[in-house]
């Protein structure tokens, strides 16, 4: 089962170390991870998606509140929740593959960023999936370099609402 | 006044009145300033043992114990003994030297990365930078220790910080932690359910953990148990959460622990684990405590409830407080007469019977025998190996405690966590029970006891081996010992007459009484060796 924690710390040296650590030392995935500062400079958002049964799932939870850095935990299913990811491709490419790689980008919308003589830098801005759908495409190609910020999320306004 | 004044001052706040350690130049600023304060300081004779005993003297009077050590070697040094706190949630405060603010991450002389070293050993952390934080960092590491689940806070502070002069010290009446507020109070709704399960019960059961202890909750405990007639069984660290030989008491549960208690657990049709984690070494097959049964779990970390195993009922408070709700609330339930009696047959059918060697001291009889001859209100330290679960088997607990590392099981405890605890109550009989190799981790600390006069009786149970080891060795190895013979110990008279200190020995059982009361009669530290069969076993 995926989750995904968003999970509001202390803006303090060393936190990334501690959550981080709590991850490994008991044993739980992170499939992805991404920090940054919310509206309050003091405290920073960390968006961690991990996977596990119910009862890690459980864990997870409330190792997290156990930490004096972490202010709140946010658990949320994917489903319920407005996910983007931002990724940057690197590809090499020719004469013969250009046209396909660009109608790649034009139906996944993603845009060309960047180029030279042999390369280009893709970027997408969207959902996991959408952008797994893209790496697949271009793998088809050749992809020189990947860099993907993981997985934000913020739960969805209906669920909000409740 | 700067940093380090600063630092003896929120401790004298706090009321500490010992600080166990051993310095360095980088804790020199504070073992200088605590010179003109009337804080005893006890030069233990290597950091692990500052800790264990800032752990004994904890466990005593309820309040974190302090320890203070260099940077670099000394503070890697305190790990260990901290570990161990953190497992058994002990509070204590560790304050760590470091070197000066400009070099940190710089690889310098003594330099080590403590607060990230320990980041899974401790509830909490500090880097001091800056000396104005000093009051506010110490009122909420003292309170973050000794609050919720209790552990282990450690406070790292650069030299310069403790030499930086601090402007207006002002030490704060209260903590302002927007992310920790444990919860004491249970949840009324849920005792309330466990009242009405209490009342359909036929065979409930309390299995009390370390948590009771260092919630003070025994007394209530022990007052519901009675009242209602609940049998009471404990695990290693709740030891003492009943008097040994109380009607309502059935024993330790757990692997070592009594088949009786373990049978009288499984048994049950309600099941109260209180301040217990559930964990393996108490109940190695956690489905057996769900089936057929109401699981009911109270302890003051959310986070261990349903780690191990899912409860019917989970209450999150501090045991004391719930069994405080539980006694004022009044309910209806069955006599439980038959269940007692069908425990006492247990108790009777499943009895241990052992075959000791009569050219030896039997453990068991001579614990036994040990316990009859303290006083009711003594403390009693068990280390780890073999002669802890002698110990928890054999020893009986009046008045008074009973105190091992259960969680992390370190060798060695006994003998400083001993210390912290006369230290702590300098009028209390204390015997600390160790094994020869264990004894030989800390017998450094024979040399404080008679530096500082902190005298505690300690037994070593000589085998000649690291006996559980080769217990363990014997049933799995078919006797293929590795690495566990002792030969080479030192003969512990002369090391006593090293120390001046009285010593004693006992070869089998014929005079055990007539020496054991020897050893105890006066207030002054002595050691009594006790030979006993290096082939016996615990199982
Ligand atoms: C610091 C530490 N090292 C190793 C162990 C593993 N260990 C557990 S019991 C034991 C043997 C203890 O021997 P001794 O102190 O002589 O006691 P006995 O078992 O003979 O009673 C050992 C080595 C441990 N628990 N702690």
Redesign the pocket.
């Known amino acids: 089962m995926k989750r995904i924690y968003s999970v509001l710390v202390e803006n303090r040296s060393g936190v990334l170390m501690k959550v981080a650590g709590l991850f490994c030392r008991r044993g739980f995935n992170i499939d992805s991870l991404a920090v940054g500062e919310t509206d309050d400079p003091k405290v920073s958002c960390m968006t961690i998606v991990s996977s596990g049964d119910e009862r890690t799932i459980e864990q997870i939870e409330k190792q997290l509140n156990k930490k004096l850095d972490v202010i709140k935990v946010k658990t949320f299913d994917e489903k319920i929740s407005v996910t983007r990811e931002l990724m940057l491709v690197k590809v090499k490419y020719n004469k013969n593959n250009r046209r396909d790689i660009m109608e790649i980008c034009d139906i996944l919308k993603a845009n060309i960023v960047d180029m030279s003589k042999h390369f280009m830098v893709i970027q997408i801005c969207d959902r996991p999936d959408k952008i797994e759908i893209l790496l697949n495409m271009l793998k088809e190609v050749s992809i020189v370099e990947v860099a993907r910020t993981g997985v934000l999320a913020l739960q969805k306004c209906s669920e909000t609402d409740k | 006044m700067n940093g380090a004044d600063a630092l003896v001052k929120c401790l004298t706040e706090e009321g500490v009145d010992t600080v166990f350690g051993y310095p360095g130049v980088a804790i020199c600023p504070f073992y200088n300033s605590i010179l003109d304060s009337d804080i005893r300081t006890v030069l233990i004779r290597t950091e692990q043992n500052a800790a264990h005993a800032a752990s004994g003297m904890a466990r005593m009077t309820g309040k974190p114990g302090v320890c203070a050590v260099t940077s670099g070697p000394g503070a890697t040094n305190v790990i260990?003994g901290i570990a161990t706190a953190f497992a058994d949630s002990i509070p204590l405060v560790c304050i760590t030297g470091q070197v000066s603010t400009n070099l940190i991450g710089c690889d310098v002389f003594q330099e080590a990365d403590i607060t990230g070293a320990v980041e899974s050993f401790v509830k909490y952390s500090y880097l001091v930078k800056d000396v104005n934080d000093i009051p506010r960092i110490v009122k909420e590491a003292f309170h973050i220790a000794n609050t919720g689940r209790k552990g282990p806070v450690l406070i790292d502070v650069p030299i310069d910080v403790q030499n930086a002069t601090i402007r207006n010290f002002k030490y704060p009446e209260e903590v302002k932690l927007r992310t920790y507020k444990p919860t004491v109070k249970g949840n009324m709704a849920q005792i309330k359910k466990v009242l009405a399960e209490f009342s359909k019960a036929k065979k409930p059961i309390i299995c009390a953990g370390g948590g009771v202890l260092l919630s003070e909750a025994q007394f209530e405990i022990r007052k519901f148990a009675e009242k209602y007639n609940i049998p009471v069984v404990s695990t290693m660290m709740g030891i003492g959460v009943m008097p040994t030989e109380h009607p309502m008491y059935f024993g330790m549960v757990g692997n070592n622990g009594k088949p009786y208690a373990n049978k009288a657990m499984n048994e049950s049709d309600l099941l109260i684990m209180v301040g217990a984690r559930v964990a393996d070494r108490a109940v190695n097959q956690p489905d057996l405590i769900t089936k057929g049964k109401v699981l009911v779990h109270i302890d003051v970390d959310p986070a261990e409830i349903g780690k191990n195993v899912g409860p019917h009922i989970p209450i999150v408070g501090d045991c004391k407080s719930i069994f405080e709700d539980i006694n004022g609330s009044e309910f209806e339930c069955n006599d439980f007469k038959a269940w007692i009696d069908e425990l006492n047959t247990y108790k009777k059918d499943l009895a241990v019977v052992r075959k000791p060697n009569p050219k030896y001291v039997d453990?068991a009889a001579f614990i036994d025998m040990l316990s009859k001859n303290m006083k009711d209100d003594a403390v009693y330290v068990a280390?780890?190996?073999?002669?802890?679960?002698?110990s928890c088997s054999y020893h009986i607990v009046k008045d008074g405690r009973f105190m091992t590392?259960g969680g992390?099981?370190?060798?060695?405890y006994s003998i400083p966590a001993a210390m912290g605890v006369k230290c702590a109550c300098p009028d209390k009989q204390v015997v600390a029970v160790?094994?020869?190799?264990?004894?030989?981790?800390s017998m450094c600390e024979l040399a404080t006891m008679r530096q500082h006069d902190i005298n505690v009786k300690i037994i070593v149970?000589?085998?000649n081996?690291?006996?559980?080891?080769?217990?363990y060795q014997h049933y799995t190895y078919k006797d293929a010992y590795s690495v566990?013979d002792?030969s080479g110990n030192p003969d512990l008279e002369k090391l006593s007459s090293a120390y001046d200190m009285k010593f004693l020995r006992l070869k089998d059982m014929k005079d055990a009484e007539k020496v054991i009361k020897e050893f105890l009669k006066k207030d002054e530290s002595a050691l009594l060796e006790c030979l006993?069969d290096p082939m016996d076993t615990v199982k």
């Open positions: 260990t453990p280390d780890v190996g073999q002669n802890q679960i002698w590392s992390m099981g370190t060798m060695g160790c094994g020869d190799g264990a004894f030989q981790m149970l000589t085998n081996y690291l006996g559980m080891v080769r217990e566990v002792l006993i």
